[in-house]
């Protein structure tokens, strides 16, 4: 039986600037707001949006995603025809390829998508924060009679030259693309959210692939190749929350805004539009008399007896008399010890913060960046981690690290 639309979800990506958080798994597994991973958001808007047959395309370091993901029973995805896919790069005779580019590592899963005889796909990123109802997208999609549309979000002009870019003209109907122009034409920033008619794609990847010269990707050739040969090619405009958590300090800042969706517009709690995840299996949380929260969110499995403030701590957390936390997100099964201060931080997953450690809280001249700690590192007792540092190894006793 066809379907109508199925989707296939990039979720290869490396993350090489959030560095210390992806050096053991892919960007689209990285925590996110207590108790979810970045790609419980495209596969929760998927559901949300009828969507039952998802590809999920994976590369680097993909064992925990691959674990997380399952047989997709927590995204209502374990189906029997239809549901989820994990789809790795495909295995030569003589070896393994990595996926050569955005454009080949769809090519490289045409048979996939001929099982299912779609009439459109849509194409998802596994790394962006942003609620989203693609059923609305595919109506904006077919309305226009587009072969191709991609979603677009209005951003400030100062700004633009950062973004691939879509001129429109009056109709929505794409005249144009800049990557990254410095002259910018247009403030329609692509959210590399694209929407292709199945027969369409189907024949530029195929063309893409035979051509030597191409970096087999959608914003460097196969859109330029829809424009050049007069595609009817749309922009559908999103004013919903939207965010490309690639760096360290917008994953950060998207998490900042967890707590504050009344300004932000994301709001997790939304029960007309649930987002889904793999139960963390723990008991509930425990408040001791000792501990003082605010505004902050407590996840499964936490045992708190110092002070939260403005941070998210995911399951299992434990945070001991005299600790100190503000303005931080903390990562499952992560210990932080009495009297240790933990500010304006990101800290990863089993990480042992030391008595009286300092953790990003130290103003050094004009430094007020976003430190990090990566997966499973001790920071000694009494420790001192500035502002912007990047730690991937252990932090001896008294040692400090700017």
Known sequence: MAKEMIA????????????????????????????????????????????DTVGILTQYQPMVLN??????QPWDLDRLYGGVHVLPPYQKASGSDW?????????????????????????????????QDYSDFLRFHKEKGAEFSVAVMEVPWDEASRF?????????????????????????????????????LKKYLIEDEADPNSENDFGNNIIPNLLKDGRKMYAYHFAGYWKDVGT?????????????????????????????????????HKIGSNAVIENSMI???CRIDGSIKHSILFSGVRVEKGAKIEDAVVMGK??????????????????????????????????????????????G??????????????????????
């Open 8 to 51: 296939m979800l990039l979720a290869g990506g490396q993350g090489s600037r959030l560095y210390a958080l992806t050096q053991k798994l892919a960007k689209p597994a990285v925590p996110f707001g207590g108790k979810y991973r970045i790609i419980d958001f495209p596969l929760s808007n998927c559901v949300n949006s009828g969507i």
């Open 67 to 72: 674990e997380y993901i399952g047989n997709g």
């Open 334 to 379: 992560t210990v932080i010890k009495a009297g240790a201060v933990v500010e304006h931080c990101i800290v990863a997953e089993n990480v042992v913060i030391g008595e009286n450690a300092v953790v990003g809280s130290m103003p050094k001249g004009e430094e007020h960046g976003v430190a990090t700690i990566g997966s499973g590192i001790t920071i």
């Open 164 to 200: 691939g870019l879509m001129v429109a003209d009056g109709d929505d109907r794409i005249t144009e693309f800049q990557e990254k122009p410095k002259n910018p034409k247009s403030n329609l920033a692509s959210m590399g959210i694209y929407i292709f008619n199945w027969d369409i």
């Open 381 to 402: 007792k009494g420790a001192k981690i500035g502002p912007n540092a990047m730690v991937n190894k252990n932090v001896e006793d008294g040692e400090e690290q700017w």
């Open 299 to 301: 996840t499964d499995g």
């Open 248 to 284: 360290i300090s917008s994953l950060w800042e998207a998490n900042m805004e967890v707590l504050d969706p009344e300004h932000s517009g994301i709001d997790i709690f939304d029960e007309n539009w649930k987002i889904y995840s793999r139960n963390s299996g723990m008991t509930g």
């Open 99 to 131: 996926y050569k580019g955005t454009a080949n590592a769809i090519y490289q899963n045409i048979p996939f998508i001929e099982r299912y005889d779609p009439q459109y796909v849509i194409i998802l990123s596994g790394d962006q924060i942003c609620k």
